[in-house]
């Protein structure tokens, strides 16, 4: 996935950022790492992202959780990254999940059956991560979904193509839980370390 369908699909969702003035400094930073279809590179690339963000963005004032949709089985509750010995955990976790090469889609045909039960199953536990995020009290909120390439691609082509199905409905849930929640979201390719430029507003 390059950087333009991790924008397309961050305009899909309407993920628009407060200005950096806005945020409070009590903030409340959930994670979700959509590691279900990560290629190896992607493992790689994710773990970088994630030492980013526990190294230059998050502080010892912020709340941090983490959660993943595959083989890492991450499922951290909100914590100070002040001890910063589960965040690295769940950075361990992501980093060890993925071993085993994914089969890529041929270029130019359209996603598998699998490809999109994957991206249901990510967006659904998005949604339900905002659902409860928005729900504690306190601080700005924001939700970082780190996705595969495979399925920010999948629910982009699934969104043009059928306007109406599963996932496009999926994405809309998404949008307006977040939208109502207060709960500001972005969306970094694990396929493109360039996407972190998302989280700059975090700093």
Sequence with gaps: MKFGTAAALTVLLGCLAPPAEAQTSARIVVL??????FKPSETRNAEQLLALLRDEIVTAA????MVSTG???VATDLH???DPRRLNESIR?????RLLPVVEPARNTAYSAASRRDAHLAFLTATEVVRNLAKVEGGSKHFVFVSSAETAATALEAAVAD????LARDVAELASVARLGNVTMRVVDAGDLASAKVLRPLK
């Design 32 to 37: 979700m790492v959509d590691d279900l279809r």
């Design 62 to 65: 912020d709340l941090v959780g």
């Design 71 to 73: 083989p890492s089985g």
């Design 80 to 82: 100070s990254p002040a």
């Design 93 to 97: 976790k992501i980093a060890n999940g």
């Design 163 to 166: 306007p109406g199905g599963e």
